[in-house]
């Protein structure tokens, strides 16, 4: 079942409403709090200076006498004085009291009777306190043992309601505690006047409360909701399907809310401005999709890629694999017959990407395979293409290339290097580096000379020529996959063929990328002798 959405018109309201319970919460114990803190010290303070007062109207020589020989004249006389001060202090309860420890309870000596009171809530000369709270037992104990009359005086809730109570001791005329003196003072009638004052604070903070948030609603409501509300019923009514949206009427409030209508007037423009030009824009980027796709089948048909290229030829096996890291690129390999005794093999990585890459590769490609095809030498034709290419070169761009020349009867590759990584060569079943002079790249300057060199391939020797691409190759964190490990990679798949040899390094690089993304053109041909001419 779908959640039913709440409102923020229903959220203002709860929690308004939460606000005024706290604050009339809040309100209330305060009152209390303070009105209870003040009273209890009033009370507090009556019972202790009625009990000090009561304790010297009593003979302390005389307790244990009281207790032994029963009443006498002075017993009555101290009575008499007792009741009348607690009629004046308006005590509820005096009483002077002996502990008995034995017995955990204490025992009386005198329990003051006027009249009103209940006679069974008191007791006479003798009597055990019974029905006594564990803290006025306590209380009197800690007087009689300590003699201490300071903070003494408490208030307690007992089964005779709010009771504020003291208690001092009655002292010997040789210093000895004789017996405790405890006072009661019902708080019940200022405990009750308190509450009531409270509960009507509380009601009256709770309609002043109500009152206010009731305005603050309603001002929070028109100034707040209603706008909020109205853009949120207006932007309810876009048709996605049709595309319609109105914009919204600007009221001139001078506020936030107003520049929130404003803007949201010019997101209203600004979608109606995408959907009338996105036809035009999807129809531009499909012909740049599809033009981009013509391009690199273009590309890839400009390279050879029928393999095995020469199948009349057994005395030499060649392949070349070229991949973009984007849809077109500017690496370019090529192989052809000079002659029916010379095979050119070429290899050369643009300084760039895309499509400016790739339209100046297809220029030295084929100003290089025309070169070649005219006779020239391999120092020769670089120094020619070197010259063309330099000329109306605004873009700066450069070419990095390795060519050489295969005489198939004789085995020697006659050799240049116009800035372009050292190829591989195996032989003895084991791959090194070749020793190239490095060269100056093509497309820098004019009238540069490049030295050509020979090298002698024999039986089973196999040259592998690739661009920056894979050496350069970066993985997820960020590390090259460099010359080094391309060596020893090389030098794991010593028994493969020409094919075979291309397919396993680029595996080894993707797993080395590990997901990441290709950053250069990765290109690479292998050249292989299979039988060299006696």
């Known amino acids: 079942m779908k959640r039913k959405k709440r409102g923020i018109k229903e959220k203002m309201t709860l929690a308004f409403i939460a606000m005024g319970i706290l604050i009339s919460l809040s309100v209330g114990i305060g009152v209390f709090s303070i009105s209870y803190r003040q009273v209890s010290v009033q009370y507090t303070e009556r019972a202790f200076n009625a009990a000090k007062t009561a304790a ?110 003291a208690y001092v001791p009655i002292i010997a005329a040789d210093g000895t505690i004789t017996a405790v003196l405890g006072v009661d003072i019902s708080m019940n009638r200022m405990m009750g006047d308190i509450i009531f004052q409270t509960v009507q604070l509380l009601l009256l903070t709770v309609a002043v409360i109500v009152v206010f948030l009731f305005i603050l609603r309603y001002i929070a409501g028109k100034q707040v909701l209603t706008p909020v509300l109205r853009l949120s019923h207006h932007m309810d009514g876009f048709d996605p399907e049709h595309g ?96 029916k005794d010379t095979i050119c ?55 990095t290339a390795f060519m050489g020349y295969l005489d198939i009867p004789s085995g020697r590759f006659t050799y240049v290097n116009a800035g372009h990584n050292p190829p591989l060569i195996k032989r003895s079943g084991a791959y090194e580096y070749m020793k190239v002079e490095p060269g100056l790249m093509l497309a820098c300057m004019e009238g540069i000379e490049f030295n050509q060199k020979d090298l002698l391939l024999n039986t089973g020797d196999m040259l592998y020529l690739y661009t920056d691409g894979v050496t350069e190759a970066m993985n997820n964190e960020r590390k090259l996959f460099t010359a080094g490990r391309l060596l020893n990679v090389a030098n794991q798949y010593t028994g493969c063929s020409s094919s075979e040899f291309i397919l396993k390094l680029k595996e080894e690089i993707d797993t080395f990328a590990d997901g990441a993304m290709q950053a250069d053109d990765i290109t690479m041909l292998t050249l292989e002798i299979k039988q060299q001419a006696e």
Not at 276 to 283: K, Y
Not at 310 to 328: G, Q
Not at 363 to 381: E, M
Request: glycine fraction near 6%; hydrophobic fraction near 45%.
């Open 345 to 399: 093999v070429v290899i050369a990585d643009v300084s760039d990407k895309g499509i400016p890459a790739a339209l100046f590769m297809v220029i030295a490609k084929t100003l290089i395979k025309n070169a070649a095809l005219d006779g020239k030498s391999p120092s020769l034709v670089f120094e020619t293409v070197n010259n063309q290419l330099c000329e109306n070169n605004d873009a700066g761009m450069f070419v």
């Open 56 to 165: 010297m109207l009593i003979n302390g020589d005389s307790i244990n006498s009281y207790l032994e020989n029963g009443k006498d004249a002075e017993y009555f006389a101290t009575y008499d004085a007792l009741k009348e001060l607690r009629e004046a202090f308006d005590l509820t309860f005096l009483y002077v009291t002996v502990p008995d420890f034995a017995e955990n309870s204490v025992i009386y000596v005198f329990d003051i009777y006027i009249d009103g009171d209940d006679p069974g809530m008191f007791g006479d000369l003798g009597e055990e306190l019974i029905d006594a709270d564990t803290m006025s037992i306590d209380k009197g104990y800690q007087t009689y043992l300590t003699g201490a009359v300071d903070n003494i005086a408490i208030v307690s809730v007992t089964g005779y309601g709010w009771l504020a109570s």
């Open 244 to 339: 319609s949206l109105d914009e919204i009427e600007i009221q001139e409030s001078g506020d936030e809310f107003q520049t929130i209508a404003e803007s949201y007037n010019r997101m209203v423009g600004d979608i109606h401005y995408y959907m009338e030009n996105l036809a035009t824009v999807t129809a531009d980027r499909e012909r740049i999709a599809t033009e981009l796709d013509v391009a690199t089948e273009i590309q890839s048909s400009m390279l050879p890629c029928i393999f095995p290229a020469f199948p009349e030829r057994n005395e030499f096996d060649i392949y070349a694999a070229m991949f973009p890291a984007r849809e077109v690129g500017g690496d370019f390999y090529d192989f052809f017959m000079i002659n």
